[in-house]
């Protein structure tokens, strides 16, 4: 089973309808095409960038993002552990990616703080896809309604020291669960923090997509798939990562973290707009 299928949504158990829009216009950002990497054929006609179109820039940027994701992940994995007893943390966190440059130099220097929320565990909160098609339609009504939607202010609860310069570049979930194990039956069988798998998703804003797989301490290091490049230099890996070609199957967890982006981008477009009219 793919991390495209992961989560998605099962045809008999669970139902619904598109968030509400209440004149909401949404576009869907990928024309149709399934995520708009390789068409919907899984990557059958993918084309490796060449070195003319190599971005030095944007591959650090998406190995800040993984590195950033990795960790928010393993400390999702030791703050579910340690709240087990007493305020039991859910298994799905999102994260909220932002860019900021720290160095003009050549090359300049970059950081990527985050915004995160944690949720406390609940059936209300267990279904990765069902989790993030809420969280969509609590933007999407804030939009509808004219009010900002900012996932700083509207929810996140914890983030990162970061100035007004941050500029968003992405959204991501961390996951406690993987294909083939519940949280439930993790919990179960582990023994500690380090005997918690996990796994994480991304969607930056020049259309990367990224998956990581975290194994527990006896299944290895992180496990790192890409849509763009992540090597600083072509031909070069300054990671081990592999590319990630499957299609977003529709109503899959990462489905819906691509509608949770466009919602953000809509509110981020929103608020600029209204600074700009406020400096006329």
Do not use: C
């Amino acid at each position: 089973m793919t991390y495209a299928n992961y989560g998605s949504v099962p045809s008999q158990q669970r139902r619904w309808t598109e968030p509400e829009t209440a004149g909401f216009g949404h576009a869907d950002p990928y024309g149709g095409n399934g995520g708009g990497y390789g068409g919907g054929g899984g990557g059958t006609d993918w084309i490796d960038p060449g070195p003319e179109q190599h971005d030095r820039v944007a591959a650090e940027i998406r190995n800040l993002v993984v590195d950033r994701l990795s960790q928010m992940n393993a400390q999702h994995a030791l703050n579910a552990w340690e709240h087990r007893r007493k305020t039991p943390i859910g298994p799905h966190a999102l994260a909220f990616f932002y860019l900021e440059q720290v160095d003009a130099g050549n090359p300049p220097r970059y950081v990527t703080p985050a915004a995160a929320r944690l949720f406390l565990d609940g059936e209300d909160v267990s279904f990765l896809p069902e989790l993030l098609y809420k969280m969509v339609g609590i933007g999407r009504r804030r939009l509808a309604r004219g009010d900002d939607f900012d996932p700083l202010t509207s929810m996140a609860r914890k983030q990162d020291e970061m100035s007004s310069r941050a500029q968003y570049v992405g959204v991501g979930v961390s996951s406690l669960e993987t294909a083939t194990l519940s949280w439930v039956e993790i919990q179960q069988n582990a023994f500690g923090p380090l005997d918690i798998p996990g796994r994480g998703m991304a969607v930056l804003t020049d259309g990367t997509r990224l998956v990581l797989e975290r194994g527990d301490r006896s299944h290895g290091p992180t496990h790192v798939r890409s849509s763009h490049q992540l090597d600083l230099v072509p031909g070069i890996p300054s990671r081990r990562w592999t590319w990630l070609r499957d299609a977003v199957e529709p109503n899959s967890a990462e489905y819906w973290l691509q509608e949770l982006h466009q919602t953000v981008l809509e509110g981020q477009r929103r608020m600029e707009e209204k600074v700009r009219h406020r400096r006329r």
